[in-house]
């Protein structure tokens, strides 16, 4: 890592919180993130995003805000649309690409309209929509809110029973719901940070899958880095991160999660443009394999605002 002049970041607003369900993981990565700027010399301050924060942009003096905001109203383009009109720089992705990565129908239609390759899906609006899924996609299936984050209002289904239950459930987190196939077989996060992509992670649970116990509370969820495919297999599983960022046009840092099936191939779930930064997180473990301290991580997030 090139060493920088924290000075020049100026005053770095640190954007955390937030209304969103994922507001108590935003509220623990804002802590670590603004902890660690503080630390290595940056003039940083944070401001726990609620209704009034157009005031308190336009109150504060702010040279760079430093986003890590999860979910809705702050990882979807609203807060980033917020700061081009003020003018201020800010990580990350810009508006357009961190719409799309929030919403899983839309990216799920940008990647398979390119080929890259996606689980098979379905919308759900009705009981009749989960009947036809059922028939289109068998079973199990996993059930989604289309803009949520770190499992919130995911259920896996055996039946169409379950499956009615579990699209009543996420259509309280958000009016936008899918269906997925049901991948069997290892996961695997990938974390791209200014432009690099860090080595993959594959992920262990004794739960039924990466659920939010198993990512903020569980001890037993297990991480593998280095991930144990092969060089070969390594690297592709790289370049098809590479291509699903680009894709979508994120920038800055973000994360890939995929699933490897019985057969070998790679499948693309998601990508997130404000990555978990806790202490259970994953970008910082990658980070951390791949030479970058946790100081050294938020650093490189931060100057990565500078390119533009
Ligand atoms: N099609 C699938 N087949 C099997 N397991 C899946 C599938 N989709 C999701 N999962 C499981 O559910 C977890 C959460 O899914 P996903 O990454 O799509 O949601 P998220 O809530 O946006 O997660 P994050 O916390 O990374 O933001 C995955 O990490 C994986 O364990
Ligand atoms: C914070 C959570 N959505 C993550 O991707 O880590
Ligand atoms: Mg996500
Ligand atoms: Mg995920």
């Given at each position: 890592?090139?060493?920088?002049?924290?000075?020049s970041?100026?005053?770095?607003?640190?954007l955390?919180g937030?209304?969103?369900?994922?507001?108590?993981?935003?509220?623990?990565?804002?802590?670590?993130?603004?902890?660690?700027?503080q630390?290595?010399?940056?003039?940083?301050?944070?401001?726990?995003?609620?209704?009034?924060?157009?005031?308190r942009?336009?109150?504060?003096?702010?040279?760079?805000?430093?986003?890590?905001?999860?979910?809705?109203?702050?990882?979807?383009?609203?807060i980033q649309?917020?700061?081009e009109?003020a003018?201020?720089?800010y990580?990350g992705?810009?508006?357009?690409?961190?719409?799309?990565a929030?919403?899983?129908?839309?990216?799920k239609q940008?990647?398979?309209?390119?080929?890259?390759?996606?689980?098979q899906?379905?919308?759900?609006?009705?009981?009749?929509?989960?009947a036809?899924?059922?028939e289109k996609?068998g079973?199990?299936?996993?059930v989604?809110?289309?803009?949520?984050?770190?499992?919130?209002?995911m259920?896996k289904?055996n039946?169409?029973?379950?499956?009615?239950?579990?699209w009543?459930?996420?259509?309280?987190?958000?009016?936008n719901?899918?269906?997925e196939?049901w991948?069997?077989?290892?996961?695997f996060?990938?974390a791209?940070?200014?432009?690099?992509?860090l080595?993959p992670?594959?992920?262990g649970?004794?739960?039924?899958f990466?659920?939010?116990?198993?990512?903020?509370?569980?001890?037993?969820t297990?991480?593998?880095?280095?991930?144990?495919?092969?060089?070969?297999?390594?690297?592709?599983?790289?370049e098809l991160?590479?291509?699903?960022?680009?894709?979508?046009?994120?920038?800055?840092?973000?994360?890939?999660d995929?699933?490897?099936?019985?057969?070998?191939?790679?499948?693309?779930?998601?990508?997130?443009?404000?990555?978990?930064?806790?202490?259970?997180?994953?970008?910082?473990?990658a980070?951390k394999?791949h030479g970058?301290?946790?100081s050294?991580?938020?650093?490189t997030?931060?100057?990565?605002s500078?390119?533009?």
């Amino acid at each position: 890592m090139a060493t920088v002049d924290v000075k020049s970041f100026g005053r770095v607003a640190v954007l955390y919180g937030g209304i969103s369900a994922e507001r108590e993981v935003s509220l623990r990565s804002g802590a670590a993130v603004l902890a660690a700027l503080q630390t290595a010399g940056v003039d940083a301050f944070g401001i726990d995003v609620q209704a009034d924060i157009v005031r308190r942009i336009s109150a504060e003096k702010i040279d760079r805000a430093f986003i890590v905001l999860h979910g809705r109203g702050g990882e979807d383009g609203t807060i980033q649309g917020l700061l081009e009109w003020a003018g201020i720089p800010y990580t990350g992705s810009k508006v357009l690409a961190s719409a799309l990565a929030m919403d899983k129908l839309r990216t799920k239609q940008v990647w398979s309209s390119l080929g890259i390759p996606t689980p098979q899906h379905s919308v759900l609006s009705s009981v009749e929509d989960c009947a036809a899924a059922a028939e289109k996609l068998g079973f199990p299936l996993i059930v989604k809110p289309a803009q949520e984050g770190s499992s919130i209002g995911m259920a896996k289904v055996n039946n169409l029973q379950e499956l009615e239950q579990a699209w009543q459930a996420a259509r309280h987190y958000d009016r936008n719901v899918l269906v997925e196939q049901w991948i069997t077989g290892p996961e695997f996060t990938i974390a791209m940070l200014d432009g690099e992509i860090l080595p993959p992670i594959r992920l262990g649970t004794n739960r039924e899958f990466y659920d939010y116990e198993a990512k903020y509370l569980a001890d037993d969820t297990q991480y593998q880095i280095p991930c144990g495919l092969s060089p070969e297999r390594e690297q592709e599983l790289k370049e098809l991160t590479r291509q699903a960022c680009e894709t979508l046009g994120v920038t800055g840092w973000g994360r890939a999660d995929v699933m490897q099936d019985e057969q070998g191939n790679f499948w693309l779930l998601e990508v997130n443009t404000t990555p978990g930064m806790t202490d259970h997180s994953l970008v910082p473990m990658a980070a951390k394999a791949h030479g970058l301290n946790f100081s050294q991580l938020v650093l490189t997030v931060l100057a990565s605002s500078m390119k533009g």
